[in-house]
């Protein structure tokens, strides 16, 4: 079984501060790892993925995400947040054979203090 | 390339009815997968087809189905709605060689009253 946890459902940051988002994932195979982003009212986007290749993975938007497989950790990071960050985050977990089907978090809210 | 498409954007039916969404594959990919995320929540996997098959179902009742057409488009159907069915629905299409790779389209969101 796999599971993903978010931890702060919401996060304030100032724009041009550093953004910082958790996600820890539980998995008894190796994992695949991503985050999407989703705007009010839209679907999700790809903004990064893990695949077992590099472990700090860059991703569209000036996201990036180090995965950690000591901690179990894939935390996502911008270094300085714009007012367009403004959005819901998701983590995600998926295995690399078998049902590809994804397992989400419950979301992170990310707001931006101008 | 076009991406993933669904349709209807919005739908409002009633407790007890039945409703079908629609979703369109980006083009050249074969695995589709459906989604439901309730209000604030993550989403959560409904079932997966991958050539035309079931591939795969998450924890949900058998009123909830889907099917799969020859040009990897999808349907999902809801039969006897109920009002914890309100939810966006998000269809996401992946391709045969990445298959973990999942696009998703803008949704539908569904309200039963």
């Known amino acids: 079984a796999q599971s993903v946890t978010q931890l702060g459902s919401h996060v304030s940051v100032s724009e041009g501060a550093l953004v910082l988002l958790r996600c820890n994932y539980s998995s008894s195979v190796p994992p695949y790892l991503f985050w999407y982003v989703q705007y009010p009212n839209q679907g999700l986007q790809l903004l990064l993925k893990y695949t077992s290749a590099a472990t700090l993975v860059k991703g569209i938007n000036g996201f990036e995400a180090e995965f950690k497989k000591s901690e179990t950790s894939f935390h996502l990071t911008k270094p300085s947040a714009h007012m367009s960050d403004a959005a819901e985050y998701f983590c995600a977990v998926s295995s690399n054979f078998g049902n590809e089907k994804l397992t989400f978090g419950t979301g992170t809210r990310l707001t931006i203090i101008p | 390339e076009t991406g993933v498409t669904q349709s209807p954007t919005h739908l409002i039916k009633t407790r007890g009815q039945q409703v079908t969404l629609r979703c369109s594959s980006q083009?050249?990919?074969?695995?589709v997968s459906w989604y439901q995320q309730a209000l604030g929540q993550g989403p959560q996997f409904i079932f997966q087809?991958?050539?035309?098959?079931?591939?795969g179902r998450g924890n949900f009742p058998p009123r909830f189905s889907g099917l799969q057409f020859p040009n990897y488009s999808s349907e999902l159907n809801v039969n006897a709605l109920e009002l914890d069915d309100s939810a966006l629905y998000l269809c996401?299409?992946?391709?045969?060689?990445?298959?973990?790779?999942?696009?998703f389209g803008a949704g539908t969101r569904l309200s039963v009253l």
């Open positions: 996401a299409s992946s391709d045969p060689i990445a298959k973990n790779i999942q696009y």
């Open positions: 083009s050249g990919h074969n695995t």
């Open positions: 087809y991958y050539r035309e098959e079931e591939n």
